[in-house]
């Protein structure tokens, strides 16, 4: 109780600071609310919480709950509990240590739960040699990558607030130390390879979360340092919020990188929150109360995910969803999460299931007698990269349609605006090629004088087999790449009655090739998926037209038509074109095939196809292609 009434006398207190910042400069102070000297644990559940949180676990009455204990008890009995040492490793690039740091949190944050709920010494005493270990380190390497810096930083304040009272002086010393020198003044005076304060990314949100977190934890050992700390996270987290979740809350990169950003969020969120009461209003803004749904809908039929830009196909459990389930009252928002976690390796036994604990101080909050799939099956997101999703169901056999625009100048984008991605019967007739691992493909670049992070056209980055738009499911002109500043915008939405859609305007994207380029896609009566491309030519040049779609179905490649077999199903894929002929095709989908200098750390891509036709739209002509794929009976 005691600990209560001071999170809110704290938050009386600054009140005033607060109101007066709201109408200062914003590098001026946001609000300094000063935790009480030697009050740990107070990040996510102080011991009273804690204590009230493991007698509804032994209870045995909440059933979630209890599954989620189990989960984090066999991550920190097995991984958590590794012999293996925390060493300063950079990976095959040379760059990072983030594999280190992410296993840093894991062990020590799952070490520190089971310690807290035990009391078994063995938890504690390698808790204590991780912290002492990567405490040791010559730096979090903030200078080459910050994002190392900010999951370590994370994990040292994690366990250092939530084992404050049983750690030896000597590592609570290294953990202040280390935590000021290679955290807090790399990000104070600049030491970094990113801006990630400027950044509206998921860096924005990793760093701030860790660093903040930290900050939390060895407040009054430096109390001016963790105020500006946590000032300037507050501060520029907002303007990256707007940025990522502003206004629908469809996330710029994609699914994937939608939970990497988004569970430092949700940890920031919840750290602030428990220690002053208030999260300083970050969640209202716009679009983060509809940014569950965004991320439920990115879920396929076929137990993919909708994985463009620099994502993977296969999906798994999003932490930061209990905490929006809470947060904004909307429990089916968990319904895939619950399928995860009663399938079991919820927590998937290694650092991928870092923010588990976590998850405690949201899940003893919701009510789950009430879930149930969502009742919406239709999604569109505005904003950075507009995003609009139709499914006709939650079950397996469903279908379902993504469709995507933005730009590649984008964090994490690949030259895929305009393409589309479905699925029907278990098949994906339309899909995006995963990312393949960034390390192979960052090495030979930087052999070759480049980056793999330049986004310019002509960069090296688009010359990687899974990144151009000739091998995506949408169009390229002139055989030439999309312009990476071309932004395609959805202009109308479709989302009632028995053709559900949106219509795309790429002509930015083709500014240079037509004077127009329009493309409407619509589900009819969720089983016939229609693609209408308008183009427009300039009255000078022709225009070379390639539709492309990448698929599993085996093509059968006719004069009128191409049949695409999966299994004991197919799809007939056809053209009706106004204004010129189209010629189907197919093209292959082995980068061995194509003579670029990336061919030599291309993955290969088994099992998939690239066809399409291809047609030209003569100069100051318009023409109309309508693309209908149905099924075969």
């Keep these: ?41 107070r990040i996510l559940l102080d011991d009273m ?26 991550m920190a009995d097995n991984a958590g509990m590794s012999s293996e040492p925390l060493t300063f490793t950079l990976d095959v690039s040379g760059r990072r240590i983030l594999d280190v740091s992410r296993n840093a949190l894991m062990r020590i944050f799952s070490c520190a739960y089971a310690y807290r709920y035990t009391g078994e010494k063995r938890y504690l005493e390698h808790a204590e040699k991780d ?59 600049g030491i970094w390879n990113l801006d990630f304060y400027s950044a509206g990314s998921n860096w924005n949100q990793v760093c701030n979360g860790g660093l903040a977190v930290a900050a939390l934890a060895v407040y009054e ?39 990497y950003g988004t569970n430092y969020e949700v940890l920031m969120l919840g750290a602030l929150e428990s220690v002053y009461c208030t999260d300083f209003g970050l969640p209202s803004v716009p679009g983060f109360d509809r940014t569950g749904l965004y991320r ?33 009252n909307e429990p089916s928002l968990l319904w895939k999460e619950l399928q995860y976690l009663k399938a079991g390796n919820y927590g998937h036994g290694n650092s991928s299931g870092r923010f588990l604990p976590m998850l405690m101080a949201f899940a003893s909050k919701i009510d789950f007698r009430t879930i149930s799939p969502p009742s919406q099956k239709y999604y569109c997101g505005q904003g950075k990269v507009p995003v609009m999703i139709v499914r006709t169901g939650w079950s397996p056999n469903d279908s379902y349609l993504g469709f995507k625009g933005g730009y590649a100048r984008s964090s994490h984008s690949h030259l895929d605006a305009g393409e589309f991605y479905y699925e029907a019967d278990g098949v994906r007739w339309s899909m995006d090629y995963e990312r393949q691992s960034y390390q192979s493909v960052e090495n030979t670049i930087r052999s070759l004088g480049g980056s793999f992070w330049d986004t310019d056209n002509g960069s090296f980055r688009w010359m990687g087999f899974r990144m151009h738009n000739r091998q995506h499911s949408t169009l390229t002109l002139n055989d030439k790449e999309h312009l ?61 037209v390639r539709w492309t779609m990448v698929t599993e179905g085996r093509p059968e490649v006719d004069s009128d038509c191409i049949i695409l077999v999966k299994g004991d199903r197919k799809m007939r894929l056809h053209a009706d074109a106004s204004e010129t002929e189209v010629h189907y095709r ?42 209908t794929l149905s099924p075969v009976p």
């Design 296 to 328: 439920l809908f990115c879920y396929t039929p076929t137990e993919r995910q909708f994985c463009y830009g620099d994502n993977l196909e296969r999906g798994g459990p999003e932490y930061a969803m209990w905490y929006l389930a809470w947060k904004f």
């Design 131 to 189: 912290l002492a270990d990567v405490c040791s380190f010559e730096s979090w390497n903030a200078g080459r990558h910050f994002l190392d810096a900010g999951e370590m930083a994370a994990a040292v304040g994690l366990g250092y607030d939530w084992l404050y009272g049983h750690l030896s002086r000597e590592t609570l010393d290294k953990c202040e130390s280390a935590v000021v020198q290679y955290a807090f003044r790399p990000a104070m005076e």
């Design 1 to 41: 109780m005691a600990n209560v009434i001071f999170k809110y006398a704290a938050v009386m207190a600054g009140l005033l600071s607060c109101v007066m910042v709201a109408a200062s400069e914003p590098e001026h102070e946001i609000c300094r609310l000063e935790p009480v000297s030697g009050n740990h644990p």
């Design 49 to 74: 919480e804690f204590a009230s949180v493991m007698k509804e676990v032994e209870s045995g009455q909440n059933p979630v709950l209890s599954m989620l204990h189990s989960e984090i008890m066999y």
């Design 221 to 259: 050992t430096c109390p001016d340092m963790a105020n500006h700390i946590i000032e300037k996270a507050v501060a520029s987290n907002r303007v990256a919020m707007e940025a990522m979740y502003s206004p629908d809350g469809n996330y710029p990169e994609g699914p994937g990188y939608w939970g």
């Design 586 to 627: 197919e093209w292959s989908s082995d980068p061995a095939d194509y003579d670029t200098p990336l061919t030599v750390c291309d993955e290969p891509n088994p099992g998939t196809y690239i066809v399409g036709f291809e047609a030209t739209v003569a100069r100051g002509a318009c023409a109309e292609f309508k693309v």
């Design 484 to 544: 990476v500043d071309g932004k395609a915008t959805i202009v109308e939405e479709f989302r009632s009655g028995d053709a559900p859609g949106a219509t795309m305007d790429l002509s930015p994207v083709f500014m240079t090739e037509a004077e127009t380029v329009v493309r409407t896609v619509r589900l009819v009566n969720g089983r016939i998926l229609t693609i209408t491309d308008k183009v427009k030519a300039y009255d000078d040049k022709d225009v070379a």
